[in-house]
């Protein structure tokens, strides 16, 4: 079964880093676009950020632009996002996701997109 597992997350003191991986368990998944959403209690999934594998366009949410990164390694089936800078308010389960759909790029800001899902890792940024 194909699947998607996160790794990576824990608890960081506000302005640390953390590293989140996430594994794709079947080779097809290289040719899908990756999304990283977030959540967190009593609130909506939020987009946090994409990278299609055609031409490996990348998008990110407002709230995360200049600090998160992502980035995949395609030999090893694994997407990527590095936050730097993190705050209080980047609290949250986080997503990982996939997709085989390739065209406008708002889509990839909607969950509604993505068709496989991990089963989310914690981020706590509390000093």
């Known amino acids: 079964q194909d699947q998607l597992v996160e790794s990576g997350g824990g608890s960081v003191q506000p302005g640390g880093s953390l590293r989140l991986s996430c594994t794709a368990s079947a080779p097809t998944f290289r040719r899908y676009t990756f999304g990283w959403f977030r959540q967190a209690p009593g609130k909506e999934r939020e987009f946090v950020a994409a990278?299609?594998?055609?031409?490996?366009?990348?998008y990110y949410g407002d709230s995360v632009k200049g600090r998160f990164t992502i980035s995949r390694d395609s030999a090893r089936n694994v997407v990527f996002l590095q936050m730097n800078s993190l705050k209080r308010e980047d609290t949250a389960v986080y997503y990982c996701?996939?997709?085989?759909?390739?065209?406008?790029?708002?889509?990839?800001?909607?969950?509604?997109?993505?068709?496989?899902w991990g089963q989310g890792t914690q981020v706590t940024v509390s000093s």
């Open positions: 990278q299609t594998w055609i031409g490996d366009s990348v």
């Open positions: 996701a996939a997709t085989t759909f390739n065209g406008d790029s708002s889509y990839y800001y909607q969950a509604r997109t993505y068709a496989f």
